[in-house]
């Protein structure tokens, strides 16, 4: 729902960063919420973006543009552990229901 | 520790019987979600309660039905379960707040319906 896409896999190197690319294609929503979750894990709340521009929190950092219809998630200084997938989702009005991507994951090489 | 927990684990069933997924919460939230996912679709939308005996179908809810009777529980329940309904459900919390969309999951109930 709410046409929320993102790339099925991404590669990287320990050390290195990643950038997780979304897009969606509803407007009118509260924010954009990402989340972690492991491979037969629950999903685990990332960060919440409400304003456009970019987040910064330590070892994640999520950047929203509202009129491009597109955020991302930026990992740093990455570790064989961020090795994951990551979930992208348009919080609506209603409930704060939260409408997902299908995820990108994530493969951290040595 | 504000926790989630969904019971059973595991599940295996035949097709046409009855599936009860529980799902209970400690942390008094009074939005709660029931979702399933499979490969390549992502988390999908079954229900939706926003308290006690206050539920919303939310965008797949053919062939599911939920029940809320106490703030701290709520089940999905599947009459005459189908061969697509398998996939891992997942259950849901937030708390107030109209800015809040950090959920707590559930560590989900992967169901198999053979």
């Known amino acids: 729902g709410q046409g929320v896409e993102q790339p099925d896999n991404l590669m990287s190197v320990e050390g290195t960063f990643a950038r997780v690319n979304c897009t969606y294609s509803t407007s009118g929503f509260n924010g954009l919420s990402w989340y972690q979750q492991r491979e037969g894990h629950a999903p685990v709340f990332l960060s919440y973006?409400?304003?456009?521009g970019l987040k910064d929190s330590g070892h994640f950092s999520t950047f929203l543009s509202r009129s491009n219809g597109y955020s991302y998630l930026l990992l740093t200084e990455l570790q064989i552990k961020d090795s994951a997938s990551y979930l992208c989702?348009?919080?609506?009005?209603?409930?704060?229901?939260?409408?997902f991507g299908s995820g990108t994951k994530l493969t951290v090489e040595p | 520790d504000m926790k989630v927990t969904q019971m059973p684990r595991y599940l295996i069933k035949r097709m046409g019987e009855n599936v009860l997924l529980e799902c209970g919460q400690d942390m008094s939230h009074e939005t709660m979600y029931w979702y399933r996912q499979d490969p390549g679709l992502g988390l999908q939308l079954i229900y939706i309660?926003?308290?006690?005996?206050?539920?919303s179908e939310g965008d797949i809810p053919k062939g599911y039905r939920v029940s809320r009777k106490k703030r701290e529980h709520f089940s999905l329940i599947l009459d005459s379960a189908k061969t697509n309904q398998t996939s891992v459900y997942f259950c849901?919390?937030?708390?107030?707040?109209?800015?809040?969309?950090?959920?707590?999951f559930g560590s989900g109930t992967r169901l198999l319906v053979i």
């Open positions: 309660s926003y308290d006690v005996d206050s539920n």
């Open positions: 849901a919390s937030r708390p107030p707040g109209q800015g809040n969309s950090d959920y707590t």
């Open positions: 973006v409400v304003l456009d």
């Open positions: 989702a348009v919080s609506m009005p209603n409930y704060n229901v939260l409408y």
